[in-house]
């Protein structure tokens, strides 16, 4: 593995399958497209956010580095030729001149077959030549010898992205290893349906543990497997707040969730975003924000499925907007609050983004339920509602 350090210097992949011939079963043909678009997806948030991330943290002294680093990369290209995360990454760096000077990359493919593709697809990517760090390529398996050489760096900031073939890899250790340094964040594909079916499997659970911590996912265990047993909304949410648990305990102060869907009602998995910084998490729930679905009131649900007419009638009848109004006149009853601070205090937990609560405090000035002011005194302009602006609640 390279050194990221201060000093110089799995999208799905299509490994070696065959070009898809023409499918007569439509369940099949479903299943493969929604694969395609979750892995699309998942590689659109990837990019946005490295994006907005990697601007920030090379606005710094002259020379100033970030790196971004990809565990499980696979082969950088799909069977029909379409580019995965590597080959999207590297095309973003080397359309920016201030990135291209100043971010270095990092590719791990553990299977040899794969990662001779992603050799290959890299070196095809027009410009790769005019990156100031050429992209640094590995073919190792990760595992504790990957978090323990992280662990002893330190690392300039460093967007972390980790999808593996299942859970294998990845622990509590690597997401550690990364956030122990300045604006380090980590993004990591958590496939909910194989964890959750580990949590009972002896010969498998060392890699459960990893992922929680033992005492944890012991008490996970019990948590799930309780008399009478939860329903699977509930072991769902079980399961994750142990996850945001672990997160918080080396230093993940903020989390966030996306959920992919196999069905309007059946998780596969999760792309979670973790980091010490709250710009972090605002930029990425943003970003997160533009993926979902859907959006009831113009409130995001933060997961992904392939469209549904009975689901799309189900959101129409939801009023999360509603709910958001309903519940700030209720916590803030004799207060005075900015939009900024109102945002800052409530959004954590939330689905809601500043947009929401622009919206939700507009109509409630409208209605009539609360004043607003600027501490410069400055006129509100009808239909808007700057971040200085302060609501004062009755």
Known sequence: MTNIGNGEERNESPGTAEKAKPRKNFRMDLFFNERREQSRVKTDIVVKYLAAWARIMVDRPPNYKAAFLDLFAGAGRYADGEPSTPVRVLELIIGNEKLSKRVVTNFNEMRKITYDQLVESIAAVPGINSLAYKPNLSNVEVGEAVATSLAAQKLVPCLLFADPYGYKGLTLDLIRSILK???????????FNR????LNHRSIAHHVDAIFGKDRA?????????????DMPAREAIVLSALREAL??????????????????????YLIFVTKDPLGHKIMKDVMASKSSSKPQGVASFDF?????????????????????????????????SVQEIYDEHS??????????????KQLRTQGLVNCTRRSGAVIRNNTMPDDVVVVFP
């Open 181 to 191: 340094d300045w604006g380090s964040e980590c993004i990591f594909f958590f496939n």
């Open 195 to 198: 964890i959750y079916m580990g």
């Open 218 to 230: 012991d008490r996970l265990r019990a948590a799930v497997n309780a008399e009478p047993r939860p």
């Open 248 to 269: 918080s305990e080396i230093d993940g102060s903020y989390t966030l969730a996306f959920r992919f869907l196999r069905s309007p009602s059946k998780t596969s998995h």
């Open 305 to 337: 499925v392939l469209p549904d007419p009975k689901r799309t009638m189900a959101l129409q009848l939801a009023s999360p907007l509603d709910d958001l109004k309903t519940n700030l006149l209720n916590i803030y009853p004799g207060k005075s609050k």
């Open 348 to 361: 954590l937990g939330t689905p809601y983004t500043m947009p929401n609560y622009k919206e939700a405090l």
